[in-house]
């Protein structure tokens, strides 16, 4: 069974600048879902992909938005970026006939110069 | 609004000590909670979720809804059980939605 992967692995970028982060999902899981975890905090969710549909939205501007595609792989775009979006940006997927649970990748570690 | 606080940035105790590891969340429903674990070089995974009453690793969480707290609980440390824990509650029904706290780092030393 693949687990979640991420890619890249590191990105550095300038402010103002758009970024896209990619997450494919564990076999067999069916919704994605994406965390912002700054330095020193813990993970805060960004929104959820069920079926390629948005199902769910944290506390996340407008800027921040996604995809989900027909095989469940997912996308996270973020325009304009902002110093304080550097963080390690996390991919989680599940599915609902495996109780839900959530399996994460290494995440995506994003600097914002 | 949904809340979870660790007051605790880092823990240290010595093996074979008693763990307790703090969690109090603010929800104005019936919540659900978790326990998630990253160990050193390692994806976050879950540790335990309430609703199933387990103990994993010798860790058990009681959710006390008159406090508002879900500790995370351990009779003897181990010195494998050093990592990065968080508490997450759940945003919807299905689970998979969390706001995480802010992590407690346990060491357990020789």
């Known amino acids: 069974e693949t687990g979640v992967t991420q890619s890249p692995t590191h990105l550095i970028k300038t402010r103002g600048q758009q970024v896209t982060l990619r997450c494919s999902s564990q076999?067999?899981?069916?919704?994605v879902s994406w965390y912002q975890q700054a330095l020193g905090q813990g993970p805060q969710f960004i929104f959820q992909?069920?079926?390629?549909?948005?199902?769910g939205r944290g506390n996340f501007p407008p800027r921040f938005s996604g995809l989900q595609f027909p095989n469940y792989s997912s996308e996270l775009n973020v325009n304009a970026l902002e110093l304080d979006d550097s963080a390690l940006y996390l991919c989680?997927?599940?599915?609902?006939?495996?109780?839900?649970?959530?399996?994460f990748g290494p995440g995506t570690r994003l600097t914002v110069l | 609004a949904q809340r979870v606080t660790q007051p605790e940035k880092l823990l240290s105790v010595f093996k074979g000590a008693p763990v307790e590891l703090k969690c109090n969340y603010s929800?104005?429903?019936?919540?659900?909670l978790f326990w998630y674990v990253q160990y050193s070089r390692q994806r976050l995974q879950l540790l335990l979720r309430?609703?199933s009453r387990e103990s994993i690793k010798g860790f058990t969480a009681d959710l006390n809804k008159g406090e508002t707290s879900f500790h995370l609980k351990k009779p003897f440390a181990q010195e494998e059980d050093s990592a990065m824990y968080y508490c997450?509650?759940?945003?919807?029904?299905?689970?998979?939605?969390?706001?995480f706290g802010g992590g407690t780092r346990l060491m357990v030393k020789p």
């Open positions: 989680a997927s599940s599915s609902r006939d495996r109780g839900n649970e959530q399996f």
């Open positions: 992909y069920y079926r390629e549909e948005e199902n």
């Open positions: 076999s067999g899981h069916n919704t």
């Open positions: 929800y104005s429903g019936s919540p659900e």
């Open positions: 997450a509650l759940s945003l919807n029904n299905a689970g998979n939605m969390l706001t």
């Open positions: 309430h609703i």
